[in-house]
């Protein structure tokens, strides 16, 4: 079945430490997408890639970096200098004229 | 201008009752206006979408109503269920560009027996 996973459902970070959340798609979409999700505030835009080898930021790309090496993959690395880590991070993948589709999140919370 | 307003932020409905979430926006460039449902623990997942050529959209219990002049379109759940209680969010793009997604804040909705 083709879909996206994400991994590690669950993730603690401590104090100053860089935690990277895995993102893989097995749809052959050219697009990716990270979001942030926080209570009452939908869902926000963290980088997106549009093809290999290239990405932009979102709303709200700071403390945080991304790399596109492959197209099936697309990690996002939360840095030290995200002060505000916790929340609901979501992964999303579309081709041309389709919908964006989802997986299933990574939970971070701070030790 | 970017801006989706989706409102109630909480919802409760008696099973067999009627679901009425409204969401507006400001930007008429934007073309494609998706709900997606999203279940505890797991991503949003696509549910109805329409386009403004269409004022009306269902898809069995889903309706999706649009009002182009007023910039407003809403989603009908009809004879509500408790299996589809769940957070609901609206959204908008100009179409084949979907890296401009906007998002409503979401609604819970609550189906109780």
């Known amino acids: 079945d083709g879909g996206i996973t994400q991994s590690p459902k669950y993730l603690f970070r401590k104090e100053g430490q860089n935690v990277t959340l895995s993102c893989e798609q097995n749809l052959n979409h050219d697009a990716m997408y990270w979001y942030r999700q926080d209570p009452g505030q939908g869902l926000r835009l963290i980088y997106y890639?549009?093809?290999?080898?290239?990405?932009q930021k979102g709303d709200i790309a700071e403390g945080y970096s991304v790399s596109r090496e492959k197209k099936e993959s697309f990690p996002l690395t939360v840095t030290s200098a995200q002060k505000n880590p916790t929340a609901f991070y979501l992964c999303a993948s579309t081709g041309p004229a389709e919908p964006q589709h989802f997986g299933d999140g990574t939970r971070l919370s701070i030790l | 201008q970017q801006q989706v307003k989706q409102s109630p932020q909480s919802l409760i409905v008696q099973k067999g009752g009627i679901s009425i979430i409204n969401c507006a926006y400001e930007?008429?460039?934007?073309?494609?206006f998706p709900w997606y449902q999203q279940f505890p623990g797991k991503g949003p997942a696509l549910l109805i979408a329409i386009r403004p050529d269409v004022s009306e959209k269902k898809e069995g219990r889903f309706t999706i109503s649009f009002n182009k002049s007023a910039k407003q379109f809403s989603l009908h759940i009809m004879d509500s269920q408790p299996g589809d209680s769940a957070t609901y969010f609206c959204?908008?793009?100009?179409?084949?560009?979907?890296?401009?997604?906007?998002f409503g804040t979401g609604t819970r909705l609550q189906v109780f027996p």
């Open positions: 959204a908008a793009s100009i179409e084949y560009n979907t890296d401009k997604l906007i």
């Open positions: 930007n008429t460039a934007f073309d494609y």
């Open positions: 890639s549009q093809i290999v080898n290239d990405f």
